[in-house]
Nanobody, 115 residues
Framework: VQLVESGGGLVQPGGSLRLSCVAS????????MGWYRQAPGKERELVAT???????NYADSVKGRFTISRGNAKNTVYLQINSLKPEDTAVYYC??????????WGQGTQVTVSS
């Protein structure tokens, strides 16, 4: 599975962004897609995931501000980010999981929140 992210950029506090991730390859075996992020000097952390059945999971720090969704073609995943804060600044990575528990990563897209 190959993943390609897009949609990152520089945004002011309180602004919004929409990240996109497109999967290719063995997409029919994907059972989970999601987003992680890694800020400078910190470990990579979960942002949100969505299963093939539509079940979502969010980190507490983003609940109410971030929304994850999958496209109709099921090989895309989006992350709508609202009310951005400086602490949301990070490289955002798309991930996918296939059985039994193989994890794939995209190359990452930079999100910078600054005035």
């Amino acid at each position: 599975v190959q993943l390609v992210e897009s949609g990152g950029g520089l945004v002011q506090p309180g602004g919004s962004l929409r990240l996109s991730c497109v999967a290719s390859g063995s997409i029919f075996s994907i059972n989970v897609m999601g987003w992680y992020r890694q800020a400078p000097g910190k470990e990579r952390e979960l942002v949100a995931t969505v299963t093939s059945g539509g079940i979502t999971n969010y980190a507490d720090s983003v609940k109410g501000r971030f929304t994850i969704s999958r496209g109709n073609a099921k090989n895309t995943v989006y992350l709508q980010i609202n009310s951005l804060k400086p602490e949301d600044t990070a490289v955002y990575y798309c991930m996918s999981q296939t059985p039994p528990a193989y994890i794939y990563w995209g190359q990452g897209t930079q999100v910078t929140v600054s005035s």
